[in-house]
């Protein structure tokens, strides 16, 4: 086992010096910095298991990543006691585990998911949040297409992205198309562009660019996960150096732009690795004196990650505007949210559930079916069934893990919607649900733990938001349906 171990880290030693050889600048150590984090963490957790409560080197200390203290045979978990026991080093599948989250994930969404007041229900106003939603994602999704396969020739590419939208080339104000060799300078594909026939400003950033060859750029702009230093808080690392270097790049065009273009608003829009660097880009726009007086702006930002944590308590911005594809999976992924599932999966394993047990409880049904007044189909929690001890003991475990060692980030957007499109047999018009989440405390459903959801990979992917809003947002839109959800003090 020790030889398997440093051949291992021999490989990995080597895997470095060639990344950093070629690509010295783009901070891989960073990447391995943190990887090691996350497994210190959990060897930490591992060695705590194994000792068990009642060795002599763990009297009277804490269970760091657990926040448990012992006392006696028991600990506490918040205001309720819960057993500890001794690993018992049988093998139990990874998949068992997660399985045992997922139905409990399920059913502690009940409070809020499905609760009457977030969804949208007039038809009018859902419509027009669909068709906004709907044209802005195709305008993103066009431009991104134009600029995977750029040319060396700037005047072909503007050329290229010009058809793309369906304006003049003189209507676009810049494009930045580079992968930088170091990453303090790297940005992600960007555009600006006018569109006088809407009175806007349009600056269009991309997501992680894969096609038709990798941005190692972009990657590694993902990979730097750790949180630093940003506006009156802490940031995603990699996002804050790239929403950096976008204001660098297009701040002094834009500003001109406005002045030029009197009345006219600016969207920034966003998707993925674009979405977390919009929120941050559309935070630093906000600043006072950043942009011209009485600059309307709003932030579009497509399966966008937590990427912000703010000093002031509850922050977030109503200009922001969050757009989830149903089950998009990436709004609740943080380098703080990963290493907690990991850690929960270890605070379950450590109940020393039989396998046999695990697989009956993953064949109990947590959640029944409703359909209410309206016709909204809703998934209810079956009381009786949680209420039963094994799942008490679980539960139990997993509220333990109430840190992770990382910075807590969240969504800055102050509005969040997710849609979702119904499935009707025999209707040409697709119909849509729309959930709305306002504020803080309501967003910190979504990103305060990792959601495991079926379809959460593929409704994040360009196909799943192609597919949603096929037939949404084809020709124009009203952007002032967004109005109505920002106070008139913003």
Not at 9 to 28: A, M, S, T
Not at 316 to 321: A, E, G, L, R, T
Not at 359 to 375: N, P, Q, S
């Amino acid at each position: 086992m020790c030889c398997c171990k440093c051949c291992s880290r021999g490989f990995e030693k080597f895997l470095v010096w060639i990344l950093e050889k070629r690509n010295p600048g783009l901070g891989v150590r960073e990447i391995l910095r943190l990887l090691d984090m996350i497994r210190e963490r959990l060897s930490d957790e591992d060695e705590q298991r194994l000792k068990g409560p009642n060795s002599e080197e763990t009297d009277g200390a804490e269970f760091s990543q657990l926040n448990l203290e012992e006392n006696g045979d028991r600990v506490w978990v918040g205001k309720e006691k819960t057993e500890v026991t001794a690993y018992d080093g049988k093998w139990r599948p990874l998949m068992f585990t997660l399985g045992l989250l997922y139905k409990l994930q399920r059913t502690q969404d009940d409070s809020w998911y499905d609760n009457a007041d977030v969804f949208v229900t007039e038809e009018e106003k859902r419509k027009g949040l669909v068709e906004v939603f709907g044209y802005f994602w195709h305008y993103l999704f066009n431009v991104s297409w134009a600029m995977v396969f750029k040319k060396k020739d700037e005047e072909v590419l503007r050329t290229t992205v010009a058809e793309s939208m369906k304006v003049k080339e003189g209507d676009i104000v810049k494009i930045h198309v580079k992968d930088a060799e170091n990453i303090e300078d790297h940005a992600p594909d960007t555009t600006l562009v006018l569109h006088h026939d809407r009175k806007e400003i349009v600056m269009c950033i991309c997501g992680t660019k894969i096609t038709p060859a990798p941005s190692l750029g972009d990657i590694m702009i993902d990979l730097h996960a750790d949180s630093a230093d940003h506006l009156s808080g802490r940031a995603h690392q990699g996002m804050a150096i790239a929403s950096k270097n976008i204001l660098e790049i297009f701040e002094s065009d834009l500003v001109e732009a406005i002045r030029l273009n009197p009345g006219y608003r600016v969207l920034v829009i966003g998707y993925s690795l674009g979405a977390g660097v919009s929120q941050l880009l559309t935070l630093e726009l906000l600043q006072e004196g950043r942009l011209p007086e009485k600059t309307l702006i709003y932030c579009i930002a497509y399966g966008p990650p937590p990427v912000f944590k703010s000093d002031a308590i509850f922050y977030s911005h109503p200009n922001i505007f969050t757009v989830l594809h149903h089950n998009d999976g990436l709004a609740t992924l943080s380098l703080h949210t990963l290493t907690k599932l990991f850690l929960q999966v270890k605070a379950v394993e450590g109940l020393n559930i039989p396998r046999c047990k695990i697989m009956a409880l993953l064949r109990r049904k947590l959640i029944r079916e409703e359909v209410d007044a309206t016709g909204t189909r809703k998934h209810v929690s079956n009381v009786e069934e949680m209420q039963k001890d094994e799942w008490c003991k679980i539960l139990a475990r997993l509220d333990s893990v109430s840190t992770s060692g990382f910075d807590e980030l969240d969504l800055v957007g102050g509005n969040l919607f997710m849609v979702k499109q119904r499935e009707e047999k025999g209707e040409d018009e697709r119909k849509y649900t729309v959930r709305h989440l306002s504020g803080l405390s309501e967003l910190r459903n979504l990103s305060s733990c990792l959601k495991l959801r079926t379809d959460c990979f593929n409704d994040h992917m360009p196909w799943g938001y192609n597919g949603l809003f096929k037939k949404a947002g084809k020709e124009t839109c009203d952007v002032g349906v967004l109005d109505e959800f920002i106070p008139d003090n913003h």
